[in-house]
């Protein structure tokens, strides 16, 4: 096995000659799901689109429609349980797995022998990538129930060689015990259960820096492409911290992963297809460097594969050499946002991501917040409701100048990064619920106000 890539060859493959390969397979996988799955015939007949439109990726951007949630949803509610896009017949399925949606039914995948094995290789390319190795143990501190995210990982590291340990969903003081008891290497899980973890620790009088843990990879939301939180935890566990994911209907999921660069995360383009497009009309592709929404393509998954697929995640590409060799695009901030979460203030979009980076940004105060929007005399009003650090507590009770002090720093520092006057309310540390898996930070109370 090379010590540094998990696949040489394909890795640090020339550019040029890589995009040639992914439009034969953009071809390829075009023709299969017109021809041979039902859906795709009636969704493209419906769009005025034909495969043979497509000559170049510039033609698959600006030809192809998008495939949305809402239109896997229909899909599945008109012929269930996985509509007419599975691609194999359903008795060869041997794994079931599904997304929740708004609507409270799943969304639901089925995966052959034939999947997984696909699956396990290209997720043992992305942890390889991210630092796993085969004298890992890796804590996969998710839950292994219909979500894909910790399915993959198993899988990935397992592949790898790595032994795998997979302590069950929620009870935050269980994982910590046995992260140091088991001596896990690895710890695969959300940010958000990373930093109530490390919380945990602390409280039972652990050291967090002194843990077994050397390297985090954190998946399901944003986080660790955000500095704050990537800082937060770095310095709170004393390990890496690895931006990896795209999303469970991208399956392999990990194909955005960090190097030990960690300049933003590798776009595994000849597995995922992954376009950069303007965020009102997906068929304009955006120039490198200029935020859009992110669209995915399976190039060889032909169960369930989903073509362009319109994620509602935001970011921007590099073409820049990496130090690492690997000649991948990458999205150098990560998914920094999701079009579909953007917030209008007074006029203004504002991302709870960004939110998230600029209160981590000050000093003073705590990881977790919320963000309260309520209607005032027809106004929309936003509050910050953010932890101040325990540091400031020790002793009794922060005194009034010293809030005030926090408080205009924060005001100021919010109104610069977003371009929005938020109210700031200060509350104790702890005192705000943590989550298990994905935060929910935003309080909407304007259709109550």
Request: glycine fraction near 8%; charged fraction near 25%; hydrophobic fraction near 35%.
């Amino acid at each position: 096995m090379d010590q540094v890539y998990w696949n040489r060859e394909k890795e640090t493959m020339d550019p040029a000659v890589r995009a040639q390969q992914i439009l034969r397979d953009i071809k390829e996988q075009l023709h299969y799901v017109y021809e041979e799955l039902p859906f795709y015939r009636a969704y493209y007949d419906e769009h005025r689109f034909h495969p043979d439109m497509v000559e170049t990726l510039e033609d698959f951007t600006r030809k192809v429609p998008v495939l949305t949630k809402d239109a896997l949803r229909l899909e599945q509610e008109a012929h269930p349980p996985f509509g007419r896009y599975l691609g194999f017949p359903a008795e060869d399925g041997v794994h079931v797995h599904g997304s929740s949606g708004t609507t409270g039914r799943p969304t639901f995948y089925l995966f052959s022998k034939q999947d997984i094995a696909y699956i396990r290789d290209v997720m043992a390319q992305a942890l390889y990538t991210a630092g796993v190795r085969k004298r890992d143990v890796v804590q996969i501190s998710t839950d292994l129930g219909m979500f894909m995210g910790g399915w993959g990982a198993l899988w990935g590291a397992e592949e790898i060689g790595a032994a795998c340990f997979t302590p069950g969903a929620g009870n935050a003081e269980r994982h910590v015990r046995m992260m140091y008891e088991v001596g896990s290497t690895v710890l695969v899980t959300t940010p958000t259960f990373a930093l109530r973890l490390l919380d945990t620790a602390r409280s039972l009088g652990l050291d967090p820096v002194r843990s077994p843990l050397r390297l985090g990879i954190f998946i399901g939301e944003p986080g660790a492409g955000i500095p704050g939180t990537k800082a937060a935890l770095e310095a709170g566990w004393g390990i890496k911290a690895m931006d990896c994911a795209t999303t469970s209907e991208m399956t392999p999921w990990a194909t955005n992963v960090e190097c030990e660069e960690r300049r933003g995360v590798h776009v595994l383009q000849d597995e995922v297809y992954t376009e950069i497009v303007a965020k009102d009309d997906p068929q304009r592709p955006l120039p490198e460097g200029e935020s859009g929404a992110v669209v995915y393509t399976h190039l060889r998954r032909k169960g369930q594969p989903m073509i362009r697929f319109w994620s509602g995640d935001e970011s921007r590409m590099s073409t820049a050499a990496c130090a690492c060799g690997r000649t991948y695009p990458r999205l150098p901030d990560g998914v920094y946002g999701r079009v579909d979460d953007m917030l209008i203030l007074r006029g203004v979009n504002v991302y709870p991501s960004a939110v998230q980076r600029a209160l981590l940004e000050v000093e003073g105060l705590g990881s977790e917040h919320r963000i309260v929007l309520t209607r005032r005399d027809q106004m929309d009003e936003a509050t910050i409701r953010v932890e101040y650090d325990p540091r400031l507590s020790e002793g009794g009770a922060p005194g009034d100048d010293r809030l005030k002090e926090l408080h205009d720093r924060t005001h100021a520092h919010l109104r610069a990064v977003t371009g929005v006057r938020f109210n700031i309310e200060f509350v104790p540390p702890q005192s705000l619920e943590r989550f298990d898996v994905k935060a929910r930070r935003v309080i909407d109370q304007r259709s109550t106000s």
